[in-house]
């Protein structure tokens, strides 16, 4: 990806794509454009040079696995999996299908996807919309996902049966059972922050928590699993979520889900009050702040034993270099991509590569001045010298030739 193909394709984003999308319906427009992203699945030589941003400085490693880059696709956007191969071609370093929940089921009462543009968020109400484990893994068995980093989001199945948190647990228990011994399922994300879910009880609940991380243990899955949490949680409720993950083995956690609460400063007065009547929760800027809390808050908390990924209200370049530099490993985004443009991925891959770059000469810097204070110190007064000298005869040249000299 070139910094100007990028550019123009995000004018035509701004310009032409979205004004025409965003007059019309959310689902529809998502379902048109996860039917079109399947078929452009293959066309990877096309895609990779539009949008993909490569460079090996943003190569990670977390809990095993090999990120591309760390910029990821959250869960929700491809719910069902019909966009797991074409999402690396489009730049993301990893992408999360789901949240999948072992039954099938149809999604709640429409309207399930409302746009808020001045708020910078999303409604969503989708409330665990799911094709089922079983039919999700055989589509996903038959695409090409070997080199790509793919990830289930997994949560308990919306339907009325599952109506006790022990018949939670086995429906949950169901869905890793299925995808456990999948070689393309890198790693695993456990939703137990869903606000759009009907179950009175709640799985962020301590005790409840608990009884699952205790039954997914059991299961001996290899792949790592990453705990998404909820936005609105106290540091104290959240530490003790963290502390018994980590008894369990559980390291990864995501920070966070979506907001639940009408009043937070960021939405526009006049388009929360528009929503009034709608179920649902937010995406978007109003994530943002409390998920850069949390993870500062974690980060220092519990060190480098854990792995944190930053979610919620990523539009920009900046805005996933201050999950990074809260704190945060990886990073994941929808909302932004969603009115920014796909390109926006390789955009922010390009910044972080840069700032890397530059951190790691500070770091080299810094270390090169303690340990050799006078050889770094005569070092940078010739390098100084040198570039005052440049400048001079730049100067010089520039005064003769406009005859000042
Ligand atoms: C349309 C939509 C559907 C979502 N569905 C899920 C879901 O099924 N499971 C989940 O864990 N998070 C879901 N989320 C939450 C996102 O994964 C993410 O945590 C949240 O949107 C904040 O990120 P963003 O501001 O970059 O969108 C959904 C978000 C959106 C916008």
């Not at 009884?211 to 792949?223: D, E, M």
């Amino acid at each position: 990806m070139s910094k100007v193909t990028a550019k123009v394709f995000e004018i035509l984003y701004q310009n032409l794509f979205k004004p025409a999308a965003f007059v019309m319906d959310a689902e529809f427009i998502h379902d048109t454009i996860t039917r079109f992203g399947e078929v452009l699945e293959n066309f990877d030589f096309v895609l990779s040079p539009i949008f993909s941003y490569k460079n090996t400085k943003l190569k990670k490693k977390n809990l095993g696995i090999t990120f591309e880059n760390p910029i990821g696709l959250a869960a929700g956007f491809d719910y069902d999996g019909h966009l797991a191969q074409v999402l690396k071609h489009v730049g993301f370093g990893f992408n999360t299908i789901g949240t999948v929940t072992n039954l099938p089921y149809k999604g709640n009462e429409k309207p399930r996807l409302v746009r808020l543009p001045e708020s910078k968020s999303i409604l969503v109400n989708k409330g665990f919309k799911s094709e089922g484990a079983n039919l999700i893994a055989k589509r996903l068995d038959k695409k090409k996902l070997k080199g790509h980093t793919i990830g289930i989001s997994v949560g308990s199945s919306n339907v009325a049966q599952i109506d006790t948190i022990n018949k939670a647990i086995d429906d949950y228990l169901s869905t890793f059972n299925v995808f456990k011994n999948k070689p393309y399922v890198k790693y695993f994300e456990l939703n137990i922050s869903c606000p759009n879910a009907n179950m009175s009880e709640s799985f962020s609940d301590k005790k409840n928590f608990e009884k699952l991380v205790k039954a997914i243990t059991k299961l001996k899955i290899k792949q790592p699993i990453f705990v998404k949490m909820p936005n609105e949680i106290s540091f104290q409720k959240s530490d003790e979520l963290v502390s018994i993950a980590m008894k369990k083995g559980i390291y990864g956690f995501i920070f966070s889900n979506l907001v639940k609460k009408r009043d937070n400063s960021t939405f526009n007065k006049k388009e929360i009050k528009s929503v009034k009547s709608f179920k649902g929760n937010f995406s978007g800027r109003p994530c943002f702040e409390n998920s850069n809390k949390l993870i500062k808050h974690t980060r220092a908390k519990f060190g480098n034993d854990i792995v944190i990924v930053g979610c919620g209200g990523i539009f920009s370049p900046q805005d996933a270099m201050e999950k990074l530099k809260n704190g945060a490993d990886l990073v994941q985004l929808i909302t932004g991509m969603i009115y920014n443009g796909p390109q926006l991925i390789g955009q922010i891959c390009e910044k972080i590569a840069a700032f890397w770059v530059i951190n790691s000469i500070e770091i080299w810097v810094k270390i090169s001045i303690v340990a050799f204070p006078n050889f770094t110190q005569t070092t940078f007064w010739y390098l100084e010298m040198i570039w005052y000298n440049i400048n001079e005869v730049i100067f010089m040249k520039g005064a003769i030739l406009n005859g000042r000299c």
